[in-house]
């Protein structure tokens, strides 16, 4: 067994996105800070109106995939397609962008915590213009399990072993093979599991704190994981909960403009065009 090391540390920062929605950057804060397949991870934490209330009006994306998951609040996702996703505490949207998705995320409370992350996930070049697809999940298709040594994990893609069962998550079959995991562990308690060497894996801490082969990782930062087959996560002091990705790489070029994501620049300028053209969507 060769544990995963942590190869480099990223601190989310603070941004905004959207019409003024604050939020945590991690992977995506530059483009040296991904991981492919992984693009961007944003995480939104607050129990202030103003720091969300103005939501993601309206806009394009090409290329890619876009996970949300909401741990906290309500929120309302529209496209083009005529999708009307009402995405509660502990429910996942999966979004596949395909060709071209025009959509608005927009909160729908006054007050109160509005907390989750939007993972982007990079497809194949021979997936880019494939048709838009949307996925909502409800929380109680995402597996729960109480892990051996304390805590619990939930499964939102890919399947976790958990003392020798294996147990799949709702979203299966992509071509990167991701995993996506919520993990929560009390002070003291160690999560472990096989990954194969061949995916790339991060680890992003939301509360507490953990050490990796010793090494501490602290609240609001990722982990890149470098090469081994089992990731070996220790919670700190006061527990640690945190998301376990990992996919296989594309290897493949990537040139980003925006909320769009190609592979050359040719093909970014053809989306810009597209969108101005109002056939970014179109077949
Ligand atoms: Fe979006």
Redesign the pocket.
Known sequence: MTIRPIQRIIEALPTSD?AGVKLRRSLGSSQFARLDPFLMLDEFSSDNPDDYIAG?PS???RGFE?VTYLLDGHMLHEDHLGNRGDLKTGAVQW?T?GRG?I???MPQQQEGRLRGF?LWINLPAKEKMKPAGYRDIDPAEIPVLQLPGGGSARVVAGTLVIADAAVPGPMQGLTTDPLYADVELPSGAQFSQKLGAERNAFVYVFEGSASISGRALDNHHAAILGPGDTVQIDAGDRGARFLLLAARPLNEPVVQYG?FVMNTREEIEQAMRDYQAGTLTSA
């Open positions: 959207g993601f806009h394009p994306h876009t979004m962008a998705i959509h608005s995320e939007q909320p």
